[in-house]
């Protein structure tokens, strides 16, 4: 049973930055990709970042492309979305969530994703 952790939310300026990380346990070969969902109040969910944790591949929708980095540290199960230049549109809850499916070419749907962390809250607010 794969669990995932967020944490490092909270409150930033317009401008700032944050970053974000996943724990995980209990990975499988059935969980290679790790997404980076968001959802503001009233919205559905949608894919950030995806990356693949066996081969570091990666992909950013246009709306976070250039000021988002997902990194991964094998070696401590841990995830991390570095997010600079935040704006207040980026302010949502943002769940890691594990999946078999390989990140290339977009995150995929949240139907894709099995595990899901609790979510952890960011807000971009002066």
Do not use: H
Not at 22 to 45: H, M, N, P, V, Y
Not at 47 to 63: E, F, K, L, M, N
């Amino acid at each position: 049973q794969v669990q995932l952790v967020e944490s490092g939310g909270g409150l930033v300026q317009p401008g700032g930055s944050l970053r974000l990380s996943c724990a995980a346990s209990g990975f499988t070969s059935e969980s290679d990709t790790i997404g980076w969902f968001r959802q503001a109040l009233g919205k559905e969910r949608d894919g950030v970042p995806c990356i693949s944790r066996s081969d570091g591949s990666t992909y950013y929708a246009d709306s976070v492309k250039d000021r988002f980095t997902s990194s991964r540290d094998n070696a401590k199960n841990t995830v991390y979305l570095q997010m600079n230049s935040l704006k207040p549109e980026d302010t949502a809850v943002y769940y890691c969530a594990a999946s078999a499916y390989y990140c290339s070419g977009g995150t995929g749907t949240k139907q894709m994703y099995d595990y899901w962390g609790q979510g952890t809250q960011v807000t971009v607010s002066s």
